[in-house]
Nanobody, 124 residues
Framework: QVQLVESGGKLVQAGGSLRLSCTVS????????VGWFRQAPGKEREFVAG????????SYAVAVKGRSTISRDGAKNVGYLQMNSLKPEDTAVYYC?????????????????WGQGTQVTVSS
């Protein structure tokens, strides 16, 4: 059974930091890219960051580039998203996803397994 479980979402003040985790089980983690997406109320799900299966390649949305770092730990089957200098507009439910491909695409259709999401709320 494939499971992706996000954790680390919380209420933080603007300017603060947090690290989201995505624990993956039931599939070959090291052969899959990992992506993070977010969805704010009334908006479409949008790409935040992605990391290739090897960890050698990363990509970021313009809105978070320079403030966020995506990483992965193949020994633990965990993906991470470190976010700094948080802004109220970062408020959303954050989802992790894995792709059967080695590269992390920017579209939801590029991913076949998803977590349930974790809420991040940034207060001004």
């Amino acid at each position: 059974q494939v499971q992706l479980v996000e954790s680390g979402g919380k209420l933080v003040q603007a300017g603060g930091s947090l690290r989201l985790s995505c624990t993956v089980s039931g599939l070959t983690f090291n052969s899959r890219a990992v992506g993070w997406f977010r969805q704010a109320p009334g908006k479409e799900r949008e790409f935040v960051a992605g990391i290739s299966s090897s960890g050698a390649f990363t990509s970021y949305a313009v809105a978070v580039k320079g403030r966020s770092t995506i990483s992965r730990d193949g020994a633990k089957n965990v993906g991470y998203l470190q976010m700094n200098s948080l802004k109220p507009e970062d408020t959303a439910v954050y989802y992790c996803a894995t792709s059967r491909y080695g590269s992390a695409g920017p579209f939801p259709r590029d991913y076949d397994y998803w977590g349930q999401g974790t809420q991040v709320t940034v207060s001004s």
